[in-house]
């Protein structure tokens, strides 16, 4: 869910995870570690958002192709980039076999 469209009260006995609460200690989840390799960091603001939202695509479809991860973060808007390398960091990601694991990713 966007934060941005829940109440605080509407969270209430649910967990809600952050950007942050998806590494692992000093490891980064290799969703952060593609975005970080595929250089799909911009200027910030929409990167929470788009890591969260490739996460959530990667814990339903481990293995998904380059239109269904487009489809799936077009609710995401970024002023700074074509996507090009977004979409490049979510299936190197994919490739790393879980979106949730603590291991490092190989670039694709």
């Known amino acids: 869910m966007k934060s941005c469209n829940v109440l605080a009260v509407q969270a209430d006995g649910r967990t809600v995870t952050t950007i942050e609460g998806l590494a692992d200690g000093e490891q980064l989840s290799p969703v952060q570690e593609a975005f970080r390799d595929c250089h799909a960091l ?3 603001f929409c990167t929470p958002g788009m890591i969260m939202q490739a996460t959530d695509l990667l ?3 481990p293995n998904p192709d380059e239109e269904h991860v487009r489809q799936h973060m077009e609710g995401n808007l970024c002023r700074c980039t074509g996507y090009h390398n977004i979409v490049k960091a979510v299936l ?3 490739g790393s076999g879980s979106a949730t694991a ?3 990713s190989e670039q694709a």
């Open 42 to 44: 911009q200027c910030g």
């Open 92 to 94: 190197q990601a994919a």
């Open 59 to 61: 814990a339903e479809n």
């Open 102 to 104: 603590t291991q490092g």
